[in-house]
């Protein structure tokens, strides 16, 4: 059975952005400021790999999540925003039980690419680095795109 050990920090609230590829990770945590979208979540045993880590798809899936939404936030853009390219550097390992954050912390929007760059935390503890380039889409390329 998945448990939530204890609410999110505050300032969290329960993620308005759902998606198929999060909705088994749920629940999602975020909290927004004017420029950024944070991420958070407890890490349960679905979370993890065979070893017991946290797994490293799950942080760059949702790494990536926080910068797109960090970015989109950061121009006001309505269009969307795709991945160009993303990396990912694992610092140390995370564990089921900690409290994991995906907070945004460089943005250089711009007209037709984004660029961002996130810490991933895990109980405050640096466990990843992650940067992305994303293509800015206007309303008529958000459907035709990849």
């Known amino acids: 059975m998945d448990m939530q050990p204890e609410p999110p920090p505050t300032g969290f609230a329960p993620h308005d952005r759902k998606s198929p590829l999060t909705e088994p990770w749920e629940p999602l945590f975020a ?3 004017e420029q950024s979208v944070v991420l958070g979540l407890w890490a349960g045993p679905q979370h993890t790999n ?3 880590f ?8 949702l790494a990536d999540n926080a910068m797109g939404l960090s970015c989109a936030r950061a121009s006001g ?6 991945t160009v390219t993303l990396n990912v550097d694992f610092l140390s390992s995370a564990h089921a039980g900690q409290w994991l954050e995906f907070d945004t912390v460089f943005v250089k929007p711009g007209a037709t690419l984004a660029f961002a760059q996130a810490f991933v ?3 405050g503890r640096p466990c990843a680095r992650a940067n992305a380039v994303f293509r800015v889409l ?3 390329s958000a459907r035709s795109t990849g």
């Open 31 to 33: 909290r927004k400021t």
């Open 50 to 52: 065979t070893r017991g």
């Open 54 to 61: 946290v797994h490293g798809g799950l942080i760059g899936a």
């Open 77 to 82: 853009h309505q269009g969307g925003l795709v």
């Open 121 to 123: 935390t895990a109980d």
């Open 138 to 140: 206007d309303g008529r």
